[in-house]
């Protein structure tokens, strides 16, 4: 692989330990890529908390952030364990906080800006059309492939953090053109698609990632008018159960207004997937791991809520309250907590037993916590949130819409499918 | 037997191979405190990687799998080497930071070559991988 002055003087540790460590690993990840070269990179952004740094996770990043060592590029991080404003209300143990604060300090010193949020693209780490990235959080990196239209691989967060460091990431892989066409295509034709709502985009994707693993589909005969809720129902869930890290949605993905322009103008091949609503509802009952009916836990936020959605949970549980045995958190970032509470969202929802949580998400981060204080059984609306409470902490979890998941919170048991 | 394979992380390893058809995703897949794999289902589900030579197809899930890599490895509960189909870059640089010898894209199936329980050197540093078959019991 190619390397300029600069970056052969990084590779040297002219440019400091940290430099040369995020070198050390460009260079071994472009090898085995064969990459030519390093791309500049506009924007990065990195994902891993203390749930799956651990103690040995932060080690790694203090070592990197020693010596002075800082980003070049722009960027912003995912969510973290608890709401830094309620350590004392969420009765978040000191063990955890002495962490959390060693990953704070370490990122800050790394110039890394801390906006503890997956819909970092909501608040100015907004990508162009054809630029160049590194995201890490699976489900942003295939958004910016497939709605953005932005270039970023699946990387690894050490691949993102090593990229800020110095700057570029090895030219392989998605930032490449020739290999952004699709490889098969997916006609979703026969589901009755007027009636879906984002739970449904979620168990379809739930389906469809095992079957498409890492290559790049194209789907055809979506509706044009696809909310975006749904259509990050059907992305973020893919690369749960898959890898793949573009999706071309024709009609809506930038680089296919049609099919044959997701095929490099070439005729799209016949479609090898065509999936079956039986299909859909098996995996609805797969994404759900729990057998106990009462639920101690309702949870959304995976990814973080945007207004939109914290309104609509607002409106769904109308002048009802949670029930006393149950809670319901919405997780969401900083920025959307403060607006809920400047539009007034913040007392209607306390009033009906609701917290708003901001810097967390609901796949991971406050699990660890959750679960010390007796919460077992979750329910979500997201098929990714439920696989990583599941897997990570072994959580029981239920799986539906955002009006099951509320009106569940309200009886304190599962409102919605079971076997 | 011999097959030749690319080389991702070079370095040799040996030891005991364990065989996954299916991807596998290091963060809520394989817990970092065991090197067992936990996803319900999951062909390997209840079997340890720790200390084997880990063949399976490809990577999935979530990108911050090279932490929960990493954890595992520092807590002595890493696989010894990696063979993939095709190497995704999360197991990549997992491999990397780590410094596991790892190839992909053998010259023949691996599936076919390389069963449970065989005893299989990775020659990372010069690109091939070596089967010694399990002694018949």
């Known amino acids: 692989m190619e390397l300029n002055e600069r970056q052969k003087r990084m590779l040297e540790g002219k440019e400091g330990r940290g430099a040369r460590k995020a070198m050390e690993i460009l260079v071994a990840y472009g090898k085995c890529y064969l990459a030519e070269r390093l791309i500049p990179v506009t924007s990065v952004h990195i994902a891993g908390n203390f749930p799956v740094l651990m103690d040995e996770g932060i080690e790694w990043l203090e070592d990197l952030a020693g010596e002075g060592t800082r980003v070049r590029v722009f960027t912003t991080k995912n969510p973290e364990m608890y709401d830094f404003e309620e350590t004392d209300e969420l009765s978040i143990p000191m063990a955890y906080q002495v962490r959390q604060n060693r990953i704070h300090n370490a990122l800050k010193s790394l110039g890394v800006t801390l906006t503890y949020s997956c819909h970092h693209y909501l608040v100015g780490n907004v990508p162009r059309f054809g630029d160049h990235i590194a995201w890490a959080s699976s489900g942003s990196q295939v958004f910016a492939n497939s709605v953005i239209g932005a270039r970023s691989n699946r990387d690894g967060d050490h691949v993102a953090l090593a990229a800020a460091i110095t700057g570029a990431i090895p030219g392989w892989g998605l930032h490449l053109d020739e290999n952004r066409t699709g490889e098969l295509v997916i006609d979703v034709g026969r589901l009755d698609l007027e009636n879906y709502g984002p739970a449904d985009y979620k168990a379809l994707g739930w389906h469809l990632g095992k079957i498409v693993e890492t290559r790049i589909p194209v789907f055809v005969n979506l509706p044009r008018d696809m909310a975006i809720e749904e259509i990050k129902g059907l992305l973020y869930t893919l690369t749960v159960t898959g890898a793949t890290g573009l999706v071309h949605l024709v009609g809506i993905t930038p680089e296919a207004m049609t099919a044959e322009a997701a095929f490099g103008g070439d005729p799209p091949p016949f479609p090898e997937i065509t999936p079956s609503q039986e299909e859909v509802n098996h995996a609805y009952l797969d994404i759900s791991s729990s057998a106990e009916e009462k639920v101690d836990m309702v949870i959304f936020g995976c990814p973080q809520c945007s207004i939109q959605e914290v309104a609509e949970i607002a409106d769904l549980l109308g002048d009802r309250k949670v029930h006393p045995e149950t809670r319901l958190w919405i997780c969401t970032s900083a920025w959307v907590k403060t607006l809920c509470k400047r539009m007034g969202l913040l007392d209607s929802l306390r009033a009906g037993g609701v917290r708003v949580v901001a810097d967390v998400g609901a796949a991971d981060g406050p699990h660890l916590y959750l679960r010390e204080q007796g919460v077992r059984v979750l329910a979500m609306n997201s098929a990714r949130g439920s696989y990583y409470a599941h897997n990570l902490f072994g959580m029981d979890t239920w799986f539906g819409s955002t009006k099951e998941c509320v009106d569940s919170a309200v009886s304190g048991r599962w409102e919605g499918r079971k076997e | ?137």
């Open chain 2, 1 to 137: 037997m011999k097959i030749k394979a690319k080389t991702v992380v070079p370095g040799i390893a040996k030891g005991e191979a364990i065989v996954s058809r299916t991807a596998i995703s290091f963060t809520g897949g394989m817990d970092p405190e065991t090197g067992i794999i936990r996803e319900p289902g999951h062909e390997l589900e209840g079997q340890s990687v720790a200390g084997k030579i880990l063949v399976f197809p490809t990577g999935k899930g979530s990108t911050t799998g090279s932490w929960q890599f990493y954890a595992a490895f520092k807590r002595g509960h890493a696989p010894q080497g990696i063979i993939n189909v095709k190497a995704e870059g999360v197991v990549a640089v997992s491999a990397i930071i780590t410094k596991t010898p790892m190839v992909h894209e053998l010259e023949e199936n691996p599936f076919e070559y390389i069963k449970n329980g065989d005893f299989v050197t990775i020659n990372a540093d010069e690109g091939f991988v070596d089967i010694q078959k399990k002694e018949p019991s």
